[in-house]
Protein backbone atom coordinates (compact mmCIF):
# COMPACT_ATOMS: atom_id res chain seq x y z
CA UNK A 1 0.00 0.00 0.00
CA UNK A 2 0.94 3.21 -0.49
CA UNK A 3 1.53 5.73 2.31
CA UNK A 4 -0.83 8.88 2.32
CA UNK A 5 -0.56 12.11 4.00
CA UNK A 6 -2.66 15.34 4.87
CA UNK A 7 -0.93 17.93 2.72
CA UNK A 8 -2.34 20.61 4.79
CA UNK A 9 -2.05 19.61 8.16
CA UNK A 10 1.44 20.78 9.85
CA UNK A 11 2.97 22.58 7.54
CA UNK A 12 5.23 24.02 9.96
CA UNK A 13 7.16 20.94 10.90
CA UNK A 14 10.89 21.38 10.11
CA UNK A 15 11.24 18.12 8.14
CA UNK A 16 9.18 16.42 5.47
CA UNK A 17 7.48 13.55 5.42
CA UNK A 18 9.36 12.03 2.67
CA UNK A 19 12.20 11.80 4.64
CA UNK A 20 11.02 10.36 7.79
CA UNK A 21 9.53 7.95 5.83
CA UNK A 22 12.29 6.97 4.20
CA UNK A 23 14.59 6.93 7.08
CA UNK A 24 11.95 4.53 8.72
CA UNK A 25 12.42 2.35 5.76
CA UNK A 26 16.29 2.50 5.93
CA UNK A 27 16.10 1.40 9.40
CA UNK A 28 13.36 -1.45 8.34
CA UNK A 29 15.80 -2.76 6.26
CA UNK A 30 18.74 -3.04 8.69
CA UNK A 31 15.87 -4.39 10.93
CA UNK A 32 14.53 -7.19 8.49
CA UNK A 33 18.08 -8.89 7.91
CA UNK A 34 18.61 -9.73 11.36
CA UNK A 35 14.67 -10.34 12.25
CA UNK A 36 14.05 -14.10 12.27
CA UNK A 37 17.28 -14.76 14.05
CA UNK A 38 16.04 -12.15 16.87
CA UNK A 39 12.29 -13.73 16.84
CA UNK A 40 14.08 -17.44 16.71
CA UNK A 41 16.21 -16.49 20.47
CA UNK A 42 14.42 -13.72 21.58
CA UNK A 43 17.42 -11.05 21.55
CA UNK A 44 17.09 -7.69 21.44
CA UNK A 45 17.06 -5.68 17.41
CA UNK A 46 20.57 -3.89 18.49
CA UNK A 47 20.85 -3.42 14.79
CA UNK A 48 17.89 -1.81 14.03
CA UNK A 49 18.82 0.31 16.84
CA UNK A 50 22.13 1.08 15.58
CA UNK A 51 20.65 2.13 12.41
CA UNK A 52 18.20 4.61 14.68
CA UNK A 53 21.50 5.77 16.29
CA UNK A 54 23.34 6.61 13.09
CA UNK A 55 20.62 7.90 11.22
CA UNK A 56 18.93 9.95 14.08
CA UNK A 57 16.05 8.32 14.29
CA UNK A 58 15.54 8.40 17.28
CA UNK A 59 16.00 11.98 18.07
CA UNK A 60 13.56 12.93 15.62
CA UNK A 61 11.07 14.22 17.40
CA UNK A 62 13.28 16.42 19.48
CA UNK A 63 12.20 20.25 18.77
CA UNK A 64 14.86 21.57 15.89
CA UNK A 65 16.30 24.49 18.48
CA UNK A 66 17.57 21.46 20.87
CA UNK A 67 19.08 19.38 17.88
CA UNK A 68 16.08 17.15 16.98
CA UNK A 69 14.52 17.12 13.65
CA UNK A 70 10.85 18.47 14.92
CA UNK A 71 9.10 15.87 13.74
CA UNK A 72 5.15 15.55 14.55
CA UNK A 73 3.36 13.05 16.08
CA UNK A 74 1.39 12.56 13.54
CA UNK A 75 4.48 12.50 10.98
CA UNK A 76 5.76 9.72 13.39
CA UNK A 77 2.69 7.87 13.62
CA UNK A 78 3.37 7.61 9.94
CA UNK A 79 6.70 6.47 10.03
CA UNK A 80 6.20 4.01 13.12
CA UNK A 81 4.04 2.30 10.42
CA UNK A 82 6.46 2.19 7.61
CA UNK A 83 9.32 0.82 10.42
CA UNK A 84 6.66 -1.71 11.67
CA UNK A 85 6.43 -3.18 7.94
CA UNK A 86 9.83 -4.50 7.92
CA UNK A 87 10.46 -5.23 11.65
CA UNK A 88 7.54 -5.34 14.51
CA UNK A 89 9.73 -5.72 17.25
CA UNK A 90 12.09 -2.54 15.95
CA UNK A 91 8.96 -0.70 15.77
CA UNK A 92 6.96 -1.52 19.04
CA UNK A 93 10.48 -1.07 20.84
CA UNK A 94 11.27 2.37 19.53
CA UNK A 95 7.45 3.71 20.36
CA UNK A 96 8.03 3.23 23.77
CA UNK A 97 10.91 5.63 23.71
CA UNK A 98 9.26 7.67 20.67
CA UNK A 99 6.23 8.78 22.87
CA UNK A 100 8.32 9.32 26.00
CA UNK A 101 10.23 11.47 24.13
CA UNK A 102 6.80 13.60 22.93
CA UNK A 103 5.97 13.41 26.73
CA UNK A 104 9.32 15.93 27.50
CA UNK A 105 8.22 17.57 24.56
CA UNK A 106 5.04 18.27 25.80
CA UNK A 107 6.28 19.42 29.12
CA UNK A 108 8.85 21.40 27.14
CA UNK A 109 6.38 23.75 25.68
CA UNK A 110 5.10 24.56 29.06
CA UNK A 111 8.39 25.43 30.64
CA UNK A 112 8.77 22.28 32.64
CA UNK A 113 12.73 23.18 33.84
CA UNK A 114 14.22 19.98 33.13
CA UNK A 115 12.71 18.87 29.55
CA UNK A 116 15.08 20.47 27.31
CA UNK A 117 17.87 18.90 29.36
CA UNK A 118 16.24 15.42 28.27
CA UNK A 119 15.32 16.50 24.63
CA UNK A 120 18.60 17.49 24.66
CA UNK A 121 20.35 14.50 25.49
CA UNK A 122 18.14 12.57 23.47
CA UNK A 123 19.62 14.09 20.19
CA UNK A 124 23.39 14.54 21.40
CA UNK A 125 23.94 11.60 23.91
CA UNK A 126 22.10 8.71 22.80
CA UNK A 127 19.55 8.47 25.77
CA UNK A 128 17.13 6.15 25.40
CA UNK A 129 14.16 5.89 27.30
CA UNK A 130 12.46 2.89 28.04
CA UNK A 131 8.93 2.71 30.56
CA UNK A 132 7.02 0.07 33.10
CA UNK A 133 3.97 1.42 32.44
CA UNK A 134 2.68 -1.74 31.04
CA UNK A 135 2.93 -3.57 34.62
CA UNK A 136 2.71 -0.03 36.92
CA UNK A 137 -0.51 1.21 35.25
CA UNK A 138 -2.72 2.79 37.33
CA UNK A 139 -2.14 0.77 40.44
CA UNK A 140 2.03 -0.01 40.43
CA UNK A 141 3.12 -2.33 43.15
CA UNK A 142 6.65 -0.66 43.57
CA UNK A 143 6.77 1.45 47.02
CA UNK A 144 8.38 4.68 47.36
CA UNK A 145 9.81 5.01 51.12
CA UNK A 146 10.46 8.71 51.99
CA UNK A 147 14.40 9.53 53.11
CA UNK A 148 16.43 12.40 53.27
CA UNK A 149 16.53 14.44 50.33
CA UNK A 150 13.97 11.97 48.26
CA UNK A 151 12.56 8.65 47.93
CA UNK A 152 13.66 4.64 47.96
CA UNK A 153 11.86 3.01 45.49
CA UNK A 154 11.84 -1.37 45.66
CA UNK A 155 9.90 -3.57 43.58
CA UNK A 156 9.46 -5.34 40.59
CA UNK A 157 9.01 -3.81 37.07
CA UNK A 158 7.64 -6.00 33.96
CA UNK A 159 7.08 -5.50 30.24
CA UNK A 160 9.97 -3.25 30.06
CA UNK A 161 11.15 -3.22 26.31
CA UNK A 162 14.11 -2.05 24.82
CA UNK A 163 15.38 -2.76 28.69
CA UNK A 164 19.12 -3.92 27.33
CA UNK A 165 19.89 -0.48 26.02
CA UNK A 166 17.60 1.75 27.58
CA UNK A 167 19.57 4.47 29.60
CA UNK A 168 16.51 5.76 31.79
CA UNK A 169 13.14 3.93 32.83
CA UNK A 170 10.03 6.24 33.24
CA UNK A 171 8.54 4.45 36.11
CA UNK A 172 6.22 5.24 39.40
CA UNK A 173 5.84 3.69 42.71
CA UNK A 174 3.46 4.01 45.66
CA UNK A 175 4.11 6.33 48.60
CA UNK A 176 3.54 4.56 51.58
CA UNK A 177 0.87 1.78 51.64
CA UNK A 178 -0.26 0.58 48.57
CA UNK A 179 -4.38 1.12 48.47
CA UNK A 180 -7.06 3.72 47.53
CA UNK A 181 -5.88 7.32 48.44
CA UNK A 182 -2.60 6.59 48.20
CA UNK A 183 -0.28 8.93 46.17
CA UNK A 184 1.72 7.59 43.21
CA UNK A 185 5.08 8.86 42.43
CA UNK A 186 6.11 9.25 38.57
CA UNK A 187 10.05 9.66 37.94
CA UNK A 188 12.84 8.43 35.74
CA UNK A 189 15.15 6.11 36.84
CA UNK A 190 18.68 5.76 35.88
CA UNK A 191 19.46 2.03 34.42
CA UNK A 192 23.04 2.17 35.15
CA UNK A 193 22.68 3.09 39.07
CA UNK A 194 23.11 1.11 42.02
CA UNK A 195 19.63 -1.05 42.63
CA UNK A 196 18.41 -1.96 39.66
CA UNK A 197 18.56 -5.64 38.31
CA UNK A 198 17.63 -6.71 34.69
CA UNK A 199 15.95 -9.99 34.61
CA UNK A 200 15.97 -11.84 31.58
CA UNK A 201 11.96 -12.83 31.84
CA UNK A 202 11.30 -12.67 27.36
CA UNK A 203 10.56 -15.71 26.39
CA UNK A 204 6.81 -14.84 24.73
CA UNK A 205 5.02 -15.69 21.88
CA UNK A 206 5.25 -12.70 19.80
CA UNK A 207 7.44 -9.01 19.70
CA UNK A 208 10.21 -11.10 21.03
CA UNK A 209 12.77 -9.05 19.82
CA UNK A 210 11.95 -6.30 21.95
CA UNK A 211 13.36 -7.95 24.98
CA UNK A 212 10.83 -6.31 27.53
CA UNK A 213 13.01 -8.64 30.63
CA UNK A 214 11.99 -7.68 34.45
CA UNK A 215 13.36 -5.19 36.24
CA UNK A 216 14.01 -5.09 39.79
CA UNK A 217 14.66 -2.10 42.25
CA UNK A 218 16.44 -2.63 45.52
CA UNK A 219 16.72 0.75 47.32
CA UNK A 220 17.07 3.32 44.47
CA UNK A 221 17.46 6.35 45.15
CA UNK A 222 15.29 8.86 43.66
CA UNK A 223 16.17 12.56 44.56
CA UNK A 224 13.35 14.50 45.09
CA UNK A 225 13.85 16.72 42.54
CA UNK A 226 13.51 14.02 39.81
CA UNK A 227 9.96 13.03 40.66
CA UNK A 228 8.16 14.56 37.63
CA UNK A 229 4.70 14.12 39.30
CA UNK A 230 2.35 13.06 40.95
CA UNK A 231 -1.34 11.28 41.05
CA UNK A 232 -3.98 9.25 42.88
CA UNK A 233 -3.63 5.25 43.23
CA UNK A 234 -6.09 4.32 40.83
CA UNK A 235 -6.35 7.18 38.67
CA UNK A 236 -5.37 7.43 35.34
CA UNK A 237 -4.40 11.22 35.50
CA UNK A 238 -1.46 13.62 35.52
CA UNK A 239 1.47 12.28 34.17
CA UNK A 240 0.12 8.91 33.40
CA UNK A 241 -2.42 10.72 31.62
CA UNK A 242 0.16 12.26 29.56
CA UNK A 243 1.77 8.75 28.61
CA UNK A 244 -1.01 7.26 27.16
CA UNK A 245 -2.44 9.83 24.78
CA UNK A 246 1.08 10.00 23.51
CA UNK A 247 1.40 6.09 22.97
CA UNK A 248 -1.67 5.24 21.56
CA UNK A 249 -1.20 6.65 17.88
CA UNK A 250 2.49 5.47 17.92
CA UNK A 251 1.55 2.20 19.33
CA UNK A 252 -1.37 1.40 17.01
CA UNK A 253 0.54 2.35 14.23
CA UNK A 254 3.33 -0.03 14.86
CA UNK A 255 0.93 -3.06 15.06
CA UNK A 256 -0.45 -1.31 11.85
CA UNK A 257 2.63 -1.96 10.05
CA UNK A 258 2.98 -5.30 11.03
CA UNK A 259 0.12 -6.12 9.48
CA UNK A 260 0.82 -4.41 6.30
CA UNK A 261 3.99 -6.01 6.10
CA UNK A 262 2.24 -9.45 6.42
CA UNK A 263 -0.31 -7.96 3.54
CA UNK A 264 2.46 -7.34 1.11
CA UNK A 265 4.12 -10.72 1.80
CA UNK A 266 0.96 -12.52 1.07
CA UNK A 267 0.45 -10.86 -2.33
CA UNK A 268 3.97 -11.91 -2.95
CA UNK A 269 3.18 -15.30 -2.46
CA UNK A 270 -0.27 -15.75 -4.06
CA UNK A 271 0.69 -13.57 -7.24
CA UNK A 272 -1.08 -14.25 -10.16
CA UNK A 273 -2.67 -17.46 -8.51
CA UNK A 274 -5.17 -15.03 -6.93
CA UNK A 275 -7.56 -14.66 -9.57
CA UNK A 276 -8.31 -18.68 -9.35
CA UNK A 277 -8.81 -19.44 -6.34
CA UNK A 278 -11.90 -18.84 -4.68
CA UNK A 279 -12.26 -16.64 -2.12
CA UNK A 280 -8.84 -14.61 -2.54
CA UNK A 281 -10.06 -12.23 -4.03
CA UNK A 282 -12.37 -10.82 -1.29
CA UNK A 283 -10.06 -11.27 1.48
CA UNK A 284 -7.75 -9.31 -0.50
CA UNK A 285 -10.19 -6.76 -0.41
CA UNK A 286 -11.30 -6.95 3.00
CA UNK A 287 -7.32 -6.52 3.78
CA UNK A 288 -6.98 -3.74 1.97
CA UNK A 289 -9.70 -2.00 3.45
CA UNK A 290 -9.27 -3.10 7.12
CA UNK A 291 -5.73 -1.21 6.58
CA UNK A 292 -6.95 2.11 5.05
CA UNK A 293 -9.74 2.28 7.78
CA UNK A 294 -7.22 1.90 10.61
CA UNK A 295 -4.88 4.21 8.89
CA UNK A 296 -7.98 6.64 8.58
CA UNK A 297 -8.70 6.20 12.20
CA UNK A 298 -5.10 7.38 13.32
CA UNK A 299 -4.84 10.18 10.97
CA UNK A 300 -8.27 11.36 12.26
CA UNK A 301 -7.86 11.05 15.38
CA UNK A 302 -4.69 13.28 15.37
CA UNK A 303 -6.44 15.60 12.75
CA UNK A 304 -9.20 15.88 15.68
CA UNK A 305 -7.22 15.87 19.16
CA UNK A 306 -4.24 18.25 17.15
CA UNK A 307 -0.70 18.05 17.72
CA UNK A 308 -0.39 19.43 21.71
CA UNK A 309 -2.49 17.05 23.12
CA UNK A 310 -4.91 18.52 25.88
CA UNK A 311 -5.20 15.76 29.04
CA UNK A 312 -9.13 15.38 29.33
CA UNK A 313 -10.89 12.30 28.16
CA UNK A 314 -12.13 13.34 24.87
CA UNK A 315 -8.43 13.28 23.73
CA UNK A 316 -7.87 10.04 25.75
CA UNK A 317 -10.97 8.24 24.48
CA UNK A 318 -10.21 9.71 20.71
CA UNK A 319 -6.83 7.96 20.76
CA UNK A 320 -7.48 5.15 22.19
CA UNK A 321 -10.13 4.44 19.68
CA UNK A 322 -8.05 4.85 17.31
CA UNK A 323 -5.35 2.31 18.76
CA UNK A 324 -8.24 0.29 19.25
CA UNK A 325 -9.19 -0.13 15.75
CA UNK A 326 -5.71 -0.42 14.85
CA UNK A 327 -4.73 -3.40 16.91
CA UNK A 328 -7.60 -5.34 16.15
CA UNK A 329 -7.14 -4.65 12.56
CA UNK A 330 -4.09 -5.96 12.36
CA UNK A 331 -5.46 -9.02 14.13
CA UNK A 332 -7.91 -9.63 11.08
CA UNK A 333 -5.73 -8.95 8.53
CA UNK A 334 -2.21 -10.91 10.08
CA UNK A 335 -4.95 -13.99 9.83
CA UNK A 336 -5.98 -13.21 6.33
CA UNK A 337 -2.45 -12.81 5.03
CA UNK A 338 -2.03 -17.20 6.47
CA UNK A 339 -4.86 -18.16 4.80
CA UNK A 340 -4.39 -16.18 1.46
CA UNK A 341 -1.06 -17.35 1.22
CA UNK A 342 -1.57 -20.92 2.21
CA UNK A 343 0.83 -23.50 3.25
CA UNK A 344 4.32 -21.60 3.35
CA UNK A 345 2.82 -19.27 5.46
CA UNK A 346 3.07 -22.41 8.25
CA UNK A 347 6.44 -22.50 8.28
CA UNK A 348 8.78 -20.92 10.81
CA UNK A 349 11.22 -19.59 8.26
CA UNK A 350 7.83 -16.97 6.60
CA UNK A 351 7.29 -13.81 7.35
CA UNK A 352 3.45 -14.57 7.77
CA UNK A 353 4.23 -16.51 10.58
CA UNK A 354 6.56 -14.07 12.73
CA UNK A 355 3.94 -11.48 11.91
CA UNK A 356 0.96 -13.21 12.76
CA UNK A 357 2.42 -14.03 16.53
CA UNK A 358 3.32 -10.68 16.56
CA UNK A 359 0.11 -8.77 16.06
CA UNK A 360 -0.95 -10.85 19.11
CA UNK A 361 0.33 -8.30 21.10
CA UNK A 362 -1.77 -5.16 20.22
CA UNK A 363 -4.95 -6.43 22.81
CA UNK A 364 -2.93 -6.28 25.60
CA UNK A 365 -1.40 -2.86 26.21
CA UNK A 366 -3.91 -0.47 28.14
CA UNK A 367 -6.07 0.64 27.48
CA UNK A 368 -6.68 -3.03 25.90
CA UNK A 369 -10.02 -3.18 23.42
CA UNK A 370 -12.59 -3.93 25.56
CA UNK A 371 -11.79 -2.01 28.28
CA UNK A 372 -11.73 1.44 25.45
CA UNK A 373 -15.15 0.03 24.71
CA UNK A 374 -16.16 0.37 28.66
CA UNK A 375 -14.57 3.98 28.62
CA UNK A 376 -16.86 5.00 25.48
CA UNK A 377 -20.34 3.36 27.32
CA UNK A 378 -19.48 4.76 30.15
CA UNK A 379 -18.94 8.56 28.74
CA UNK A 380 -22.18 7.89 26.34
CA UNK A 381 -24.21 6.98 29.92
CA UNK A 382 -23.04 9.92 31.95
CA UNK A 383 -24.49 12.41 29.55
CA UNK A 384 -27.54 11.03 30.15
CA UNK A 385 -27.17 11.10 33.77
CA UNK A 386 -26.47 6.90 33.80
CA UNK A 387 -23.73 6.00 36.33
Not at 215 to 229: I, Q, S
Not at 232 to 246: I, K, M
Request: charged share 20%; hydrophobic share 45%.
Amino acid sequence: MTLTSNPTAHTQTAIADAEVLAMAAAVGAVALEHDAAHDRDATFVTEAYDAMHDSGYLALAVPAELGGRGASLRQMTLAQEELGCWSGAAALSSTMHHYLTFVQCWRYRRGASDAAAVLGRIAHDRLVMATSGGSDWVCPSTVATEVDGGYLFNGRKGFCSQAPVATVLSTSAVLGETGPGAEVLHAGVPLAGPGVRLVETWDTLGMRGTASHDLVFEDVFVPADKVLGRRQYGRLEGPLLAAVVHFAPLAGAAYLGVARGAYDEARRVVGRQAVSKPGVLRQVGEMTARLRAARWALLGALAETGEDLALDQPTLETLMLAKREAVTAARVVADLALEVAGGPAFYRTSRLERAYRDVRGGPFHPLTPEATLDELGRTALGSLGVR
